[in-house]
């Protein structure tokens, strides 16, 4: 799936691993990015999050996609900062599940993501 996604790749987003329920994906933090306040836009960190979240989901398998997501900022990352979203699944139920993801600089917590999967059929 990630090997197709355009919008991930052109932010220069790499997946660093994707297995059984759980991925980790990084990006750096460049200079368009960044907003009025000299900060990295918080759509940026929940994308980052969100490609997290769809590799750990659709790592299963079957086509795999976002039921519902929300984010927590927790802290401000900026220009150059390289950034590691880790994806970790909680649950899955009959064709849903819930998957938690942590965006960090280094040590640092950056964000709280959790999503909402759902399978979808292939017809």
Sequence with gaps: MFDDDV????????LAEADDGRAVARMTVTAEMVNGHGIAHGGFLFLLADTAF??????????????????????????????????????????NGIYDVTVRRGDAVIAEFRGRSRTISQS
Excluded: M, Q, W
């Excluded at 919008?7 to 790499?14: D, P, Q």
């Excluded at 790592?59 to 929300?70: I, N």
């Design 7 to 14: 919008a991930s790749k052109s932010l220069g987003i790499e």
């Design 54 to 95: 769809a590799c750990a989901c659709n790592s299963h398998g079957p086509v795999t996609v976002a039921a519902g997501a929300e984010v927590s900022f927790v802290a401000s990352a900026r220009l150059g900062d390289e950034l590691v979203a880790t994806a970790e699944e909680r649950t899955r139920y009959g064709r």
